[in-house]
T-cell receptor, first 112, second 111 residues
Framework: GQQLNQSPQSMFIQEGEDVSMNCTSSSIFNTWLWYKQEPGEGPVLLIALYKAGELTSNGRLTAQFGITRKDSFLNISASIPSDVGIYFCAGREVAGTYKYIFGTGTRLKVLA | KAGVTQTPRYLIKTRGQQVTLSCSPISGHRSVSWYQQTPGQGLQFLFEYFSETQRNKGNFPGRFSGRQFSNSRSEMNVSTLELGDSALYLC??????????FGSGTRLTVV
């Protein structure tokens, strides 16, 4: 099925470091979402973005809707061990159907 | 406000059998989507239902089917199970443009 390109696929970082990940699409999106999934659970919505250029924060997390409308970025500042998990981006195409397309995920591991 | 409830949480089935998974969405949400998650393939879209009608469908064989009831509860069915159907099946409900809320999933193991 169709998926977004999400990078990096995985990363190990030291506690306290900042983290950046991004998601790109070949088509224009009108909504970008960022989710976090922990083992054995479903993804949990972190941030939703609805306008090009929009910058939204949720605690130590900040996400941006790219101005080209084909990408989005998620930053985590001062990472802590509980940030461990898989982060997924998801988007809804402007010219597409109502469904959300998901990225392949970024697996984050934080070293204490 | 209760979240999305999926039952059962875990299931073990034998090849060739069929299985039905259930999803109760958040009250007021008319859209219910189903995803298959495997380690190598990420989240693969199965189908979406909105007000009892299938609105979108992913690229899965006809063995995978679903339906939605008038109370928005949804079921998905997989017939003639294969080993490769072992996965975490996630249901998500939504309303409008506010993103999906996922359930905890049903872990299906086919032996």
């Amino acid at each position: 099925g169709q998926q977004l390109n999400q990078s990096p696929q995985s990363m190990f970082i030291q506690e306290g470091e900042d983290v950046s990940m991004n998601c790109t699409s070949s088509s224009i999106f009108n909504t970008w979402l960022w989710y976090k999934q922990e083992p054995g659970e479903g993804p949990v919505l972190l941030i939703a973005l609805y306008k090009a250029g929009e910058l939204t924060s949720n605690g130590r997390l900040t996400a941006q809707f790219g101005i080209t409308r084909k990408d989005s970025f998620l930053n985590i500042s001062a990472s802590i061990p509980s940030d461990v998990g898989i982060y997924f981006c998801a988007g809804r195409e402007v010219a597409g159907t109502y469904k959300y397309i998901f990225g392949t995920g970024t697996r984050l591991k934080v070293l204490a | 406000k209760a979240g999305v409830t999926q039952t059962p949480r875990y299931l073990i089935k034998t090849r060739g059998q069929q299985v039905t998974l259930s999803c109760s969405p958040i009250s007021g949400h008319r859209s219910v989507s189903w995803y298959q998650q495997t380690p190598g393939q990420g989240l693969q879209f199965l189908f979406e239902y909105f007000s009892e009608t299938q609105r979108n469908k992913g690229n899965f064989p006809g063995r995978f089917s679903g339906r939605q009831f008038s109370n928005s509860r949804s079921e998905m069915n997989v017939s003639t199970l294969e080993l490769g159907d072992s996965a975490l099946y996630l249901c998500a409900s939504g309303e409008g443009d506010y993103g999906y809320t996922f359930g905890s999933g049903t872990r299906l193991t086919v032996v």
